[in-house]
């Protein structure tokens, strides 16, 4: 016998908003059949949000885009307008269905039959036509994408990356050096918003190095990555040689969870004096830590025995995203 929590678990509820912007966005009853919407510009992280800061360093853009927002609000049904209030917005949505495209800006979302409130009403401590969001930062083309360090060979390979341009971009590709003079040349697509992917196939996936470059076509022209070259890797005479780099090893090569040459700047430790990092050789490094005993530090009357103690700490959630798959293809 179901129970009416269990049935409300089986239920299928959508949610009451569908937002496919990279912003946020602020939803308030105004009254029944009424409701004010703010939509916020997108955002995206360029760098890590964590790295050391500068009043000179961006750490996230700000771009207004279009976008397809999506509502399911009971008092205001399947009929309903949607109208911009905001100073300067001359934006008006097209509604099919429930599905309305919207841009950054303040909205009146109004069922059929109701009267919209003077947009100089106060609602709590706002007024509903407020609006204030930061200006679009974007100048320029821009790539966020982090190569993995290392796959096995013999399987595909799907390489994604997020794409920020003043406008949207003609075209995103992916050149591919799979051993060959001439590149494999790859279109991304674009899954959503800033994000673009494509899939290298298993037979172009060999032991060695897999070296590749994106390019992103606009009205001003193709534009490379890493390089930032103005020129696409199949032109004559492109002169960028320092690509994207993914080492492919053998499937039964040993899968490795910590390499000191690497991976010792990600760790989260305790400082101590003597503690280097010593190269071992090309690609190799090892960690000199320089232990204190823990107990010298306590009253003598405990009895604790002396034994070195070193804490560190490293997150390995990125590196366990290169390496589970690798293992479990295996």
Avoid: C
């Avoid at 009254?31 to 890590?48: S, T």
């Amino acid at each position: 016998m179901q129970t009416f929590f269990s049935m409300l678990l089986d239920m299928e509820i959508p949610p009451i908003v569908e937002y496919d912007g990279a912003g946020a966005y602020f939803l308030d009853r105004v009254e029944a059949g009424v409701w004010r919407l703010e939509v916020m510009p997108d955002a995206v992280w360029i760098k890590d949000p964590f790295e050391r800061s500068g009043p000179d360093r961006d750490v996230s853009v700000i771009q207004y885009n279009e976008r397809n927002i999506t509502i399911h609000i009971p008092d205001i049904g399947n009929d309903f307008t949607i109208r911009p209030i905001n100073d300067g917005n001359a934006f008006n949505p097209r509604i099919s269905n429930v599905t309305a495209n919207i841009r950054p800006g303040t909205y009146l979302i109004v069922a059929r039959g109701k009267a919209a409130p003077a947009t100089d009403t106060r609602l709590g401590n706002i007024i509903l036509k407020e609006f204030v969001a930061p200006p679009s930062r974007v100048n320029k083309t821009m790539i966020i994408h982090q190569p993995q360090e290392e796959v096995s060979d013999g399987h595909s390979l799907t390489i994604s990356a997020q794409v920020v341009s003043e406008e949207k971009p003609q075209s995103v590709e992916l050149f591919v050096f799979a051993g060959g003079f001439r590149p494999e040349r790859i279109q991304m697509k674009n899954e959503r918003r800033f994000d673009y992917s494509a899939t290298i196939d298993a037979k172009s996936v060999k032991a060695g190095f897999l070296r590749y470059y994106i390019t992103v076509t606009t009205n001003a022209g193709p534009i490379t990555f890493p390089g930032d070259v103005n020129e696409r890797p199949a032109d004559w005479g492109f002169g960028d040689e320092d690509p994207y780099t993914i080492r492919v090893v053998a499937s039964d090569a040993p899968v490795w969870l910590f390499n000191a040459a690497t991976d010792a700047d990600q760790m989260a430790r305790q400082w101590t004096r003597g503690t280097v990092l010593k190269p071992l050789g090309p690609g190799r490094a090892e960690l000199n830590v320089s232990v204190e005993i823990f107990s010298d530090r306590i009253p003598k009357t405990r009895m604790v025995p002396r034994y070195p103690t070193f804490l560190s700490v490293i997150s390995l959630g990125r590196k366990l995203q290169v390496v589970l798959p690798m293992l479990l293809r295996r």
